[in-house]
């Protein structure tokens, strides 16, 4: 009982903050903003600009999660202390389990800091984890007020569009997973 009210509060105060579609915009823009850092790290460190990603898609959902996370956390606090942590946590945790599960579910990974001092298995390391810090900094002070513009005025548009998005970024995580399980079969 008491998750339940606990669960129903939290989706009374998103709804209220923010509103689903609202937020399932938030997810999309920061996961196509994610694909692109990637990229872009990908195209400065090794020469190429397209890194083997998860989705077939431009969306990387690790990087539409975390902001969404934090914009939900710290929509109401202004202590310092506890933005600068969560900026921490909440991408290092949102990275870590997408590592693990990952790995889990298709014997493979996606990244591996191993080789990294102050690591955890290979999913974090403190190095990122501090990027983290200054990339969630970046995104909830000057990224998103201006994204937060864009969905204002292109709401109305978002409403009608945001079912077909839904249903490719779905469709495109379904045939990853059938087509990375089915590679998975293939190996044992």
């Known amino acids: 009982m008491g ?14 903050s923010f509103g689903l579609n609202e937020l399932f915009f938030y997810f999309m823009f920061y996961s196509f903003c994610g694909w692109i850092i990637e990229n872009l790290y990908s195209f400065f460190t090794k020469g190429v600009f397209k890194k083997e990603i998860f989705l077939k898609g431009p969306f990387k959902p690790m990087y539409g999660s975390a902001p969404v996370i ?28 997408s590592g693990f599960l990952l790995e889990k579910l298709f014997n493979r990974k996606w990244w591996d800091y191993s080789d990294m001092p102050m690591q955890l298995h290979g999913y974090i390391s403190l190095r990122f984890s501090v990027y983290w810090i200054f990339l969630s900094l970046l995104m909830l002070y000057i990224i998103h007020p201006l994204v937060r513009g864009l969905y204002l005025r292109i709401s109305y548009l978002w409403t009608l569009l945001s079912p077909l998005v839904f249903i490719y970024f779905i469709s495109d995580l379904l045939f990853t997973i059938i087509s990375l399980r089915r590679e998975k079969s293939n190996i044992f």
């Open 70 to 97: 934090l914009l939900v956390l710290l929509s109401k606090t202004k202590n310092w202390f506890l933005i600068i942590l969560l900026c921490f946590l909440v991408p290092s945790f949102v990275e870590y389990i």
């Open 3 to 16: 998750i339940f009210i606990l669960t129903s509060s939290l989706y009374k105060f998103i709804i209220e």
